[in-house]
């Protein structure tokens, strides 16, 4: 079974791949707490980068509940999404234009 989470983030200075990290290791610890002293933790990969692809982690699990129940291995991918350099600042003539147009409505909205 494969589970995917998205991580978005974009806002500050954080290098890529941090706030995944941030996300994915507490993740990992309560999963293979939760699951038991016979939830193994099979493979747990380091964030992989690829030139400038989203930053990316998978954890796959597997084991056996405290019952002795075999457990599907399960995969969980996660993704860092990071907008802050998708987006680019507006010029100032934009803004200019912008702001003036604002201006202008707030003022005529008066009379």
């Given at each position: 079974?494969?589970?995917?989470?998205?991580?978005?983030?974009?806002?500050?200075?954080?290098?890529?791949?941090?706030?995944?990290?941030q996300?994915?290791?507490?993740?990992?610890?309560?999963?293979?707490?939760?699951?038991?002293?016979?939830?193994?933790?099979?493979?747990?990969?380091s964030?992989?980068?690829?030139?400038?692809?989203?930053?990316?982690?998978?954890?796959?699990?597997?084991?056996t509940?405290?019952?002795?129940?075999a457990?599907?291995?399960?995969?969980?991918?996660?993704?860092?999404?990071?907008?802050?350099?998708?987006?680019?600042?507006?010029?100032?003539?934009?803004?200019?234009?912008?702001?003036?147009?604002?201006?202008?409505?707030?003022?005529?909205?008066?009379?």
């Amino acid at each position: 079974m494969a589970h995917g989470v998205v991580v978005v983030h974009g806002i500050g200075e954080q290098p890529r791949g941090e706030t995944l990290s941030q996300v994915v290791n507490p993740v990992a610890d309560y999963l293979e707490q939760a699951g038991g002293a016979n939830f193994t933790l099979a493979r747990y990969a380091s964030i992989q980068q690829h030139n400038g692809s989203p930053a990316e982690v998978t954890l796959t699990f597997q084991g056996t509940t405290p019952g002795g129940t075999a457990v599907p291995e399960s995969q969980w991918v996660f993704r860092e999404v990071w907008w802050a350099q998708s987006l680019q600042p507006p010029s100032y003539r934009d803004m200019l234009r912008w702001a003036s147009e604002q201006f202008w409505r707030q003022v005529l909205s008066i009379f």
